[in-house]
Structures are given as structure tokens and as C-alpha cells.
């Protein structure tokens, strides 16, 4: 598929904290992003961090307006209820979240998350007023057995809700066999998977409204290969985790930006 005009995807640079920062560090490392974002003259993408549930709050109002959006790394599907220890996408909204990932290959397979489940997150955090960023990537089992592009158009379909568009919904292509491992897909696997996944999308979003839809790439970016992984036409961005927890990494992967 044509690439869109670069204006009408802002790429998006994501930190996925995962599980890790005690208050202290996860303030210290918020603050040191919104300064430096802020220290910028000029910038070309948007940026966001996930910390997790229990610095939410603390991050909101530690970086209150500086130009960082603020996600959180799950949701339960229902608005209410007795779902114990589990935490509602109105809730987090409620704190000053934008964005929340679903269905990261970690909570595919930790929590055994079908794509039924990524899809009713989704929905759930769409219908809460946030942006879903909806996580897809084959295994390296599937992608040795030459399944990528088919597991790939199974997860899409299967996880993305009735009613998503470019606003509230971004996919993220993350190979699980590049998640902390320190391995990249080519340049060229990665923007045809990334071409595939913006034709698949064109089905139900129809071409406006895939040609404005952003996809990320998750999986061992740092500043050195971002570069290469953020011109590539399809990729609007990364998703990004070991390189989200160190200020100065995650700033220069979002400079690489063009
Ligand atoms: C992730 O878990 O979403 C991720 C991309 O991790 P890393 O950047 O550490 O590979």
C-alpha cells in the first residue's frame, strides 16, 4: 500500500515500563522525560509512557504539563464490577490516562489472553474516551513455520473492535522473538509486515481510515536501530521497553524521527 503523507501520522514513541519502578525512580524517570521533551526546540512525534498502575497518579501530576502523554499497560473489559485486583479503563481515564496497551504478548501469554479478550479491553478502553493501542507479533515458533503474515491477519481481526478508527485505536507489531532479546526483524521483513497490517486494516476501517491509522514497531528498539526501523514507510513509531527506562535512550529514539 502507497505510504501515507508523513503529515498525516505523527509518529508516536510509547515506553512500556512493564513491571518495574518503585515511586522514587518511576518520579525521577517521568520528570527527567518531561524535562527534556520540554528542553526540546522542536519535535517531530508524540510521546507517550505506561508506567504502571500504582504510578499513575504520582506520574500525572509529577509531569503536569509538559507535552508527555500518560498510558496505562491493561484494562479489565468491564466498567465496574467484582473483578478482583483488576483495574477499569473509566478508571484510568479517570487519572489522566490516554492511552492503554492491550493484549502484549506478555499478558497473551502470562494471563492467557485471547484475542476475544484484546478485543473486549479494547472496546473497553475506546468506550472510555482512550486510545487502544492493541498489541500484535508472531512467535518465533510461527515465524520459523513461515506463519507471520497469517498470525498476524488472525490477531488484527480478532482483536480489534466494531467502531475503532485512527483515533482510537493503534496497532502495535511486536515479533515476540524480538521482545528483550536484542533482535530485530530486517528492515525489509518489517515494513512488509507493517504494509500488510495497514491493508488488513483498510478492510474494516476502510483506506482514509487505515492511511491514518498508526502502526507501531515493539521489540529491541534502541537508539541505535531506530533510525532505520522509524523511515521505514508503514512504521509510525515504536513501542518500546528495555529503552523506555533509561530517559536519555528514549528521548534519542524520538529523535530519530524524520
Ligand atoms: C515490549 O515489551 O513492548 C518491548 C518492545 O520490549 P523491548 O523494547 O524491551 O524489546
Redesign the pocket.
Known amino acids: 500500500m502507497t505510504a501515507a503523507p508523513a503529515t498525516l501520522r505523527r509518529p508516536l514513541i510509547a515506553g ?1 515500563w ?1 513491571m518495574n519502578g518503585l515511586k522514587a525512580d518511576g518520579l525521577a524517570l517521568a520528570r527527567d522525560i518531561a524535562t527534556r521533551l520540554e528542553g526540546m526546540a522542536s519535535r517531530r512525534f508524540d510521546m507517550l509512557v505506561c508506567p504502571p498502575f500504582t504510578l499513575l497518579d504520582a506520574v500525572c501530576a509529577a509531569v503536569d504539563g509538559a507535552p508527555l502523554l500518560l498510558g496505562a499497560q491493561d484494562c479489565h473489559a468491564d466498567a465496574k464490577g467484582a473483578h478482583t485486583g483488576d483495574v477499569a479503563a473509566p478508571m484510568l481515564a479517570e487519572l489522566g490516562c490516554s492511552h492503554v ?1 492491550v493484549g ?3 499478558r497473551r501469554t502470562n494471563h492467557g489472553e485471547s484475542d476475544a479478550t484484546v478485543r473486549a479491553k479494547a472496546a473497553a478502553a475506546q468506550g472510555a474516551g482512550m486510545t487502544a493501542v492493541i ?1 500484535i507479533g508472531e512467535t518465533e515458533g510461527q515465524r520459523d513455520a513461515g506463519e507471520t503474515a497469517a498470525v498476524v491477519r488472525r490477531q488484527l481481526a480478532g482483536s480489534l473492535p466494531a467502531g475503532s478508527s485512527a483515533t482510537n485505536t493503534v496497532i ?1 507489531y ?1 515479533p515476540v522473538w ?5 533482535r530485530t526483524p530486517t528492515p525489509e521483513e518489517a515494513q512488509a509486515i507493517h504494509a500488510l497490517i495497514r491493508a488488513e486494516l483498510s478492510k474494516p476501517l476502510g483506506a482514509a481510515g487505515s492511511a491514518a491509522t498508526r502502526i507501531l514497531y ?5 537508539p541505535k536501530n531506530a533510525a532505520v526501523l522509524l523511515a521505514l514507510p508503514d512504521v509510525d513509531g ?7 527506562l533509561k530517559a536519555a535512550d528514549f528521548l534519542a529514539i524520538g529523535e530519530c524521527c524524520r
Open positions: 512500556n512493564k496497551i502484549h504478548s506478555e498489541c502495535a511486536e524480538a521482545i528483550g532479546t536484542g515493539g521489540g529491541s528498539m534502541n515504536g513501542l518500546i521497553g528495555g529503552a523506555s
